[in-house]
Nanobody, 122 residues
Framework: QVHLVESGGGLVQAGGSLRLSCTAS????????MGWFRQAPGKEREIVAA????????FYADSVKGRFIISRDNAKNTVYLQLNSLKPEDTAVYYC???????????????WGQGTQVTVSS
């Protein structure tokens, strides 16, 4: 497994932007597909975006398509999630995850960060 630490969360007004970072240690991330999930209070954890090992393939949930961008810098052992045009319904704890192959379910990933809070005010 790889140790993941998220950063970049915070409080932002609707329409604003944030960039989340997830830095790995212990192992290089170039062997892992990476994903971002989120969990709002009282709701189940859901996929936001995922990216393949090389960055050549990516997936976005319909709710964030066109607003969020996932990217990775394997040399820096870091994956990013750019959040644009934020809405109050984007408020959640955002988690970074690593897995052996590109997937869209929590079970597809076996290493998780501790999460970072994103709060969008209206």
């Amino acid at each position: 497994q790889v140790h993941l630490v998220e950063s970049g969360g915070g409080l932002v007004q609707a329409g604003g932007s944030l960039r989340l970072s997830c830095t790995a240690s212990g192992r290089t991330i170039n062997r892992y597909a990476m994903g971002w999930f989120r969990q709002a209070p009282g709701k189940e954890r859901e996929i936001v975006a995922a990216i393949s090992q090389s960055g050549g393939m990516s997936f976005y949930a319909d709710s964030v398509k066109g607003r969020f961008i996932i990217s990775r810098d394997n040399a820096k052992n870091t994956v990013y999630l750019q959040l644009n045009s934020l809405k109050p319904e984007d408020t959640a704890v955002y988690y970074c995850a690593a897995g052996p192959r590109l997937g869209v379910k929590s079970a597809d990933f076996d290493s998780w960060g501790q999460g970072t809070q994103v709060t969008v005010s209206s």
